[in-house]
């Protein structure tokens, strides 16, 4: 596709549920990242895959929180039971390879709030 | 460990005057350094990097950066600020070995009067 997408864009839940969230990345980069916006504060990172290679998950908060990719495109985070401190903006990104130097590409964001 | 600091949450500027966003970093060994911007209810957009080279760095609309290794700075700059450039800034370094996951600073919000 033409850049990142990500859905839903909005989504509201209640304190308990689980949720996705659904990332594809821009076709052909081999890197896609999720992060995670709270209001008012900066991006927190929270985990990173690179083809087919483990994903870093060093980012996640808790082991409520999961994520995979598939076929090493889209991607899929899940919040198990979810709390009202899960409430943010949760940005996926992709680059087109590996490497320090290579600038990411970035998604509208899902909005998630947990009632 | 990889780091960036925003000194300000705030910068407020006037149409047609120039405008800076501070940037400092901590880093081992050659800084990548990166600014991103996120326009209202939008995700972050790829405004320009450092990898090495000339010091001054040109990007999207009209921005420049400016790195300084003796002051471990990269300032964003643009000569004459746009209302439209009313956005959340963010500086960003790469986490570090081979991984390309970024660190990024608070954030500065930049208010463009007219």
């Known amino acids: 596709g033409a850049g990142v997408s990500q859905s839903p864009s909005n989504k509201v839940t209640e304190k308990g549920k689980d949720v996705e969230l659904r990332c594809d990345p821009i076709s052909g980069h081999t890197a896609l990242y999720w992060y995670r916006q709270s209001l008012g504060q900066g991006l927190e990172f929270l985990i990173y895959f690179q083809g087919n290679s483990a994903p870093d998950k060093s980012g996640l908060p808790s082991d409520r929180f999961s994520a995979e990719r598939t076929g090493g495109s889209v991607s899929t985070l899940t919040i198990q039971r979810t709390q009202q401190e899960d409430s943010a903006v949760y940005l996926c990104a992709s680059s087109s390879r590996r490497g320090r130097n290579t600038e990411a590409f970035f998604g509208q964001g899902t909005r998630l709030t947990v009632v | 460990a990889q780091s960036v600091a925003q000194p300000e949450d705030q910068v407020n500027v006037a149409e047609g005057n120039p405008l800076t966003v501070k940037c400092t970093y901590s880093v081992s060994g050659n800084p990548y350094l990166f600014w991103y911007v996120q326009y209202p209810n939008r995700g972050l957009q790829f405004l320009l990097k450092y990898i090495t080279g000339d010091n001054l760095v040109k990007g999207s609309y009209g921005f420049e950066a400016e790195f300084n290794k003796s002051q471990t700075s990269f300032h964003l700059k643009k000569p004459s600020a746009l209302v439209s450039d009313s956005a959340l800034y963010f500086c960003?370094?790469?986490?570090?070995?081979?991984?390309?996951?970024?660190?990024f600073g608070k954030g500065t919000k930049l208010s463009v009067k007219p």
């Open positions: 960003a370094v790469p986490y570090g070995g081979s991984q390309g996951n970024l660190i």
